[in-house]
């Protein structure tokens, strides 16, 4: 998934439905896939932020 030039990968190795995780950054989230990717979305829309404030 890109989202304003920031890629992140939403991956489940085990197959269990609470088994998702994401990295970003430094940071590594875990648990179901809507929460996973809610927030990824809230670090991405972070991250969008700090680019504009340093343009």
């Known amino acids: ?16 439905c609470y ?14 896939l809507d929460e996973v990717k809610a927030k990824a979305m809230a670090y991405a829309c972070k991250q969008a932020q700090k680019k504009k404030r340093k343009a």
Do not use: A, C, H, S
């Open 1 to 16: 998934m890109t989202v304003r030039y920031l890629n992140f990968q939403i991956q489940n190795i085990t197959g269990g």
């Open 19 to 32: 088994d998702w995780f994401v990295t970003l950054g430094k940071e590594v989230i875990t648990g179901k």
